[in-house]
């Protein structure tokens, strides 16, 4: 086998990546940040949500992005911070994904 490091490539780790200036928006495209599974209490306003930081904190991202420009320097130490910038995608075989 060639293959070194990673033993799986289904779940790369789910790295945070910038955290946005107070006022910015955060990028979350991730799937991840989505569990469409069930709902939390958001750690930030208590409402139910399906959104979750990078540290599977259950909080919308709205609510997110305020905490960060209420707490900018909180904010530095990366409770939230937005994806890594995409990389080009190499082209995936279709048919090995159920
Ligand atoms: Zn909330």
């Known amino acids: ?5 990673r033993a799986k490539k289904e779940k790369p780790p ?3 990546g910038l955290i946005p200036a107070p ?3 955060l990028v979350w495209r991730d799937g991840q940040h989505f569990d469409r ?3 939390l209490p958001c750690t930030l306003c208590g409402q139910p949500t ?3 930081s990078h540290s599977g904190e259950p909080v919308h991202k709205a609510c997110a992005e305020d905490w960060i420009t209420a707490n900018p320097v909180e904010a530095r130490l990366g409770r939230f911070a937005s994806d890594l910038a995409p990389k080009p995608k190499s082209k995936k075989g279709q048919g090995d994904h159920a």
């Open 23 to 25: 006022g910015e928006l």
């Open 14 to 16: 789910f790295e945070p």
């Open 37 to 39: 599974w069930q709902d």
């Open 1 to 5: 086998m060639t293959r070194r490091g």
């Open 50 to 52: 399906h959104m979750r």
